[in-house]
C-alpha cells in the first residue's frame, strides 16, 4: 500500500466485516516527539486473545474462503519500516482498537496520503455507520 489512507480504507472494512457500527479514526502528530500516530477503534464482535495474536499473522485469515488476511500485518511492517510498532487491543463483544505508531521523520514512513477523501468516501458509502475522525498536531 502506497500510503495510510489505504491502510485505514483496509482496517475500516475490516471493522465493518466484524458488525462495527461506530468506527473512529485519530491521527496524532507530534513533531516535537518527531511521532506520528494511528488510532482505529471500532464497536465490531472483537477478538479473543487467540484471534487476535494471529491477526497479526498474513497467512491467517477469519473470513471464510480466505486463506490469508494482509491487512493487519502489512500495517504493521509498515510502522516498523519506520521505527515504529503497532499495538491491537481487543475483547469479545467490545470492539477493536488499533494502535500503530511511526517515526514521523523517518524516510520509509509512508504517506499520509487523502485521509479527508477517504473518510469522506466511507461516509458517504455507509451510511449506516458512524464515523468519526479527529486529526490532531502537537
Wanted: glycine letters at 8%.
Amino acid at each position: 500500500m502506497e500510503d495510510l489512507s489505504l491502510h485505514i480504507l483496509d482496517i475500516i472494512d475490516n471493522a465493518m466485516a466484524a458488525g462495527a457500527s461506530e468506527i473512529g479514526v485519530r491521527i496524532l502528530l507530534e513533531a516535537e516527539k518527531d511521532l506520528l500516530t494511528l488510532e482505529i477503534t471500532d464497536n465490531g464482535q472483537g477478538m479473543d486473545p487467540e484471534t487476535a495474536a494471529k491477526a497479526l499473522d498474513p497467512f491467517y485469515s477469519s473470513k471464510p474462503g480466505k486463506r490469508i488476511g494482509l491487512g493487519i500485518p502489512l500495517l504493521a511492517q509498515a510502522a516498523r519500516e519506520a521505527e515504529g510498532r503497532l499495538q491491537l487491543f481487543s475483547k469479545p463483544y467490545n470492539g477493536t482498537r488499533i494502535v500503530a505508531s511511526f517515526r514521523l521523520s523517518h524516510p520509509d514512513r509512508k504517506p499520509l496520503g487523502d485521509v479527508e477523501e477517504t473518510m469522506y468516501i466511507l461516509q458517504k458509502t455507509h451510511p449506516e455507520i458512524r464515523f468519526s475522525f479527529e486529526y490532531v498536531k502537537k
